[in-house]
């Protein structure tokens, strides 16, 4: 019974860790596409400035 119960954790900390990954990777795609346009509008501002 002891060994179910600790494939059981197991299986279930695998299924976590798979959905943890899969949220960073969401994560990470979405600031990649959205940061870059910010500081080209401030690098335009400064030349205009200048």
Do not use: C, W
């Not at 002891?2 to 994560?27: G, P, S």
């Not at 979405?30 to 080209?40: N, S, T």
Request: no cysteine; hydrophobic share 30%.
């Amino acid at each position: 019974m002891t060994t179910y119960r600790l494939l059981n954790n197991v299986n279930k900390f695998h299924e976590a860790l798979v959905d943890f990954r899969e949220m960073r990777r969401q994560k990470v795609t979405g600031p990649r596409i959205r940061d870059p346009q910010p500081p080209m509008s401030t690098s335009l501002g400064t030349h205009s400035d200048i």
